[in-house]
T-cell receptor, first 114, second 117 residues
Framework: DVKVTQSSRYLVKRTGEKVFLECVQD?????MFWYRQDPGLGLRLIYF???????EKGDIPEGYSVSREKKERFSLILESASTNQTSMYLC?????????????FGQGTRLTVV | AQKITQTQPGMFVQEKEAVTLDCTYD???????LFWYKQPSSGEMIFLIY??????QNATEGRYSLNFQKARKSANLVISASQLGDSAMYFC??????????????FGSGTKLNVKP
């Protein structure tokens, strides 16, 4: 079974802190994604990566950066956390499988910025 | 413009009845894929069903079927014989373009389904 693991289920951080959210997948997937999930807005793509050291901005990259130094690990960085970044963060990975590709998700990290 | 629209924030269904969750999508690319995911209260996203834009038949997976109406750009999820364990948030998603390494997934705002005993 594909396993996508996020390092924390719950995090509480202070405004202005630098925050790292870690995600690891164990199936050698090429693509990895970071989404944030907010009520009424669904999942919005922050960043995605299609290879080591390669990244592309999603729909809401402001206030975030990412790092992918190894294929299995994709980190989301909040350079200076703010209260409006309080949210559920979901990491996903995907790979090409025939004519279809699907996203596999981690369990989510609920971040609260106080 | 929204790529995926789910117009039902919440729905109720009686146990053992069928329910349809609506999803419309927006793309000009002839090649795309449509997905439904289930998110229980525990938070994990569970893949349910997939429909490719060139698939001639509607996808089915057990009690889940996808009512794909290409001309209307709709991909509604039908759950037959609802069970209490079906109570969850449901997301419709789209992969736009041909399958390749650069595919992104767009998600709707979700529908919260409550199954009543």
């Amino acid at each position: 079974d594909v396993k996508v693991t996020q390092s924390s289920r719950y995090l509480v951080k202070r405004t202005g802190e630098k925050v790292f959210l870690e995600c690891v997948q164990d199936m050698d997937h090429e693509n990895m994604f970071w989404y944030r999930q907010d009520p009424g807005l669904g999942l919005r793509l922050i960043y995605f990566s299609y290879d080591v050291k390669m990244k592309e901005k999603g729909d809401i990259p402001e206030g975030y950066s990412v790092s992918r130094e190894k294929k299995e690990r994709f980190s989301l960085i909040l350079e200076s956390a703010s209260t409006n970044q309080t949210s559920m963060y979901l990491c996903a990975s995907s790979f090409l499988r025939g004519r279809r590709t699907e996203a596999f998700f981690g369990q989510g990290t609920r971040l609260t910025v106080v | 413009a929204q790529k995926i629209t789910q117009t039902q924030p919440g729905m109720f269904v009686q146990e053992k009845e069928a329910v349809t969750l609506d999803c419309t999508y927006d793309t000009s690319d002839p090649s795309y894929g449509l997905f439904w995911y289930k998110q229980p209260s525990s938070g994990e996203m569970i893949f349910l069903i997939y429909q490719g834009s060139y698939d001639q038949q509607n996808a089915t997976e057990g009690r889940y079927s996808l009512n794909f109406q290409k001309a209307r750009k709709s991909a509604n999820l039908v759950i037959s014989a609802s069970q209490l364990g079906d109570s969850a948030m449901y997301f419709c998603a789209m992969r736009e373009g041909r399958v390749n390494n650069f595919n992104k997934f767009y998600f709707g705002s979700g529908t919260k389904l409550n199954v009543k005993p």
